[in-house]
Structures are given as structure tokens and as C-alpha cells.
């Protein structure tokens, strides 16, 4: 018998060998077969969908879980215009905390103030707390003196805006988060995930230093699943910031590893171990993604972004996280950053070539068209956030200059190269939504109406694999997900209309009707 059986549906498959169905049957959270395979069997309830378009569950392969739901909870100073209308909002916001308490806020953007802040704008408003201020971008930070007094000098630039390094040092400042804290935080992204059809993604990097919330984050993912509130499968990637030298036998190749050696794979089900997250360089946003030409300002020609450490340094933790094992994810937004990390992929192959590892560049959000070839000889998957240019894509066009701007998070190139690619969404740096994503995928349009790189458009069929089939594999979940296969997870998005036939102006306004995982009617 089966648990469920759903009629009346047009039902896209990602599945070459069976594309479209009108009925499935689902029994103890697989699915066990299409159309006439099941219309014969009883079920214990059916589900008539009246005409709903049912796709694979999405998978969104790069966010930021506890991270968005902290700031979904922390007063947020976005969107802002004029600096005075910050320093208010905070000033309100700090009258409600403990006195000497640390007050974190999110969405902090200079680019699109009248004047940048500095700690000493913070500071008439602090009354005695500790005020951070969190980057739009997650890569710097706004701080008064209060937080500037307890960071080492070399970090501590005296007018509060730190970046990578230095905003890593402000966070470890901040007393840890709880565990209960960012369990509920998790919970709460989760959800909002779900409400949008995603049924998995991979958390992108718990125990960094860059941006942890607590030494020992990754027990809150799994408080969460304990006490079932982790609502959607959720793959962890582990910084690399977590390795500690180990001496292990020579024949293991592992010359670094985290506690008890536990590597890509380990755990199954709802929640397990993914991949080895390594920063290459910075974000866009902050000006701190590693380039090989200047960012354009209205000055002229500007700095050129930076490297997290030095290329032999990067070199050496890509090589030896792939021979230990792990599948990488190396995150690399700049070209220069690209470089760096395609030298290092390359080496390690050579060394000891690993097909199956599947490892991944996230970001890749400025791609020259010579690396492109490497790319694909590398067999590596790009997972991109397509949502990052259809929110600050002026910008980013802007300070790339017109020669540059068709390099942006491509689509199109890297399908012709033989490049995969995985959609995610980097949530909460920008807007979550795969279907929002989808569409800038096929129109390449900013809010304001701006074409970016218009030859890197790809067709609505292609965007709709990147977030299913294409994001499964990269999380290696292809055997249980990304298609609606007999044999795998019912994992399901039911929507108002289909993607392939609207408008593409109208595919980000789809409404998700319903999220199934394994068979669980959850939104």
C-alpha cells in the first residue's frame, strides 16, 4: 500500500529517461513509481494537486543558516540612505540592551550611505555597549571604540571598519552564541528555506574564523535535528579554519584533520559532514575580492582586492585537504582568487587524481574566458549565486567597467565549456528564493532593468537543473535527490504555475503551494 499517492499534477521529473507524469506514488519517504506504475495500488491518502506543477525539491548548495537566522532577529539598519538614520536605529536598539552588553546589527552598507560611518559616529549613540555593525556582504564590519579597545593594534584601524581578517578578530570578541540560540536560528532559516521549495542545501562553513558564532556551531545543527527542528536535509561544510595538525600513518596521506579524522561523508540522513571550506579571498561587496585588474571607481582605477593568506600558503591547504580526502569547496569570487585555486586543484589531481571527489569553487564571480577551459579540464562545479547581480548588480557592473562585466557569475559560458553548475544562494547576503534566482538566470536583468552580460543567459530548463539535479550532485545527495526518480526521496516543490511556461518577467512570483520531504507534506 502505498503512504501517499499524488494525482492531478503536471510533474516535471529532471529525469531524462521519464521527463513528465501525472500521478506518483510515495511509500515510507521514497518514491515508488510514476503513472500507470502506481494506479493500481492503494494509498492510504491522496493528494489531488489540482493541476499544481510538482519539480524535485530544491536544493540551494550555498547558505548561511545560523547566520540568517541571527540576523532575522538583530535590528537591522538596511535599507538606509542617509547615515543619520543608521546612527538612529541604533540608538533606539542600544537603549533596550544590558548595560556594557555587545548589540549586533545587520545589513550595514557604505556604499549606499551619504557619508560613511566611523566608531566615533557609533560612539555618540553606544551609551557603554558594544556596537557591531554586520556588512551586507559578511566580509567586514562596522564597530565603535568599545570593540576597538580589546582588538589587537594591528587590526584595530581607528575609524571601525574592518574587513576579512580584522572582522574575524571583532567576532571572536563577542561572547560565543549559545547553542540553544543558534539551534533556534537555524530553525528559523530552515523554515523560510522550505517556504520556497528548498528541501536541502549545504551549510557553507561551520568553525570559521571568519565569521563562527560559537567553537562548537556544529552542535547546534545537530540540537536542532535532535529536537526535530531541522525541517530540511542539510549537508555541513567544515571550515578549514577547524584542521589541526595530526601525525598519522604515512600511507593516509592526511597531514591535517579535524577530531577523530572524520571527513567529507560521515553521518547520513538528515544531517551530515560535507565539504572542506577554504577562502581564497574576499567579497565584492567589500572590495575584497582578489583581482588581477582594479576595481573602477568615480576616481579612477582602485586597490585590487586581497588573498586570505599567500598563494604557497592556499596552495597547500587545497592539496592537502584532497589528499586527505575531503571534497574541497574552495571559495574564490575575484579572477586572481580563481587563479590561485585552479593552480592548486591542478597540482593536487596530478598528485593524486580523485574524479569522484566532485569538488566545487564557490562563487566564481568573476571568470576571464581563459579560465573557463581550465574549469572544465578540472571537472569541478561552479556554484554560483545568481541572486547576488540581480540585487547589487549595478554596482557590481559598475566597478568591473563594461570590458569586464560579461565575466560575472556566468551561466552560459560555463554550460558551453562543459562546466556544471549548482545554483545556491549565499542566503542572507542576498535573497534566498531559487525561483527568483532562476529567472535572473534566464533574463540576466538587475532590479533596475540593467542587461548584464546578456550573452550569459541560459534557458529556463537549464536554471531549474542547476537547483536540482546539478545542486544534488554537488552535495553528493545525486543518488537520493535532484530527480523524481523511483527509488528516491520524495522530496518535492509543488507550485502555482510552471516555470517553462510563464513569462520568464513572472517566474520569481510562482507561489510555492506545497513542500514535501520524503513524502511529508511540510509547507
Known sequence: ????????????TMDPDRPAARELGIWRGRVVGLDEDVADLPARR????DGATVLPGFVDAHVHLAWA???????????????DDVLRVVAEAVAEAPAGGWVDFGGYDQRTLDRPLTARDLDTVSAGRKVYLGHLSGHACLVNSAVLAGLPAEVARPDGFLAEGAMGAALRSRPPHSLA?????????????????????AEAGVGARLFGHSPIEGAAYQLAHESGRLPLRVRLMVAADALRPVRADAEDTTSRAIDLGLRTGFGEGALSLGSLKIFTDGGMMARTAALTSPYLTPAGPGGSGQLMHEPEVLESTIVEGHLAGWQLAVHAIGDRALDVALDALEKARKLSPRPEARHRVEHAGLVRPDQLPRLAALGVTVV?????????GDDYATIMGEDRAGWLYRGRGFLDHGVRVAGSSDRPVANGAPLRAIQFMVERASESGRLIGPGEAITVEEALRAYTVEAARACHWDGDAGSITPGRRADLVALGDDPRRVDVSRIGDIEVVRTFVEGEDVY
Not at 491522496?46 to 494537486?49: C, E, G, K, Y
Not at 537566522?69 to 547615515?83: D, I, T, W
Request: with cysteine; charged share 20%; net charge positive.
Open 1 to 12: 500500500m502505498l503512504s501517499t499517492r499524488i494525482t492531478n499534477a503536471r510533474i516535471v
Open 46 to 49: 491522496t493528494l489531488d494537486l
Open 69 to 83: 537566522g541571527l540576523k532575522a532577529k538583530a535590528p537591522g539598519v538596511a535599507p538606509s540612505r542617509r547615515a
Open 181 to 201: 540560540e543558534l539551534a533556534t536560528a537555524i530553525e528559523h532559516a530552515a523554515r523560510v528555506c522550505r517556504s520556497e521549495g528548498i528541501t536541502g542545501c
Open 384 to 392: 554560483i549565486q545568481p541572486s547576488f547581480l540581480r540585487y547589487y
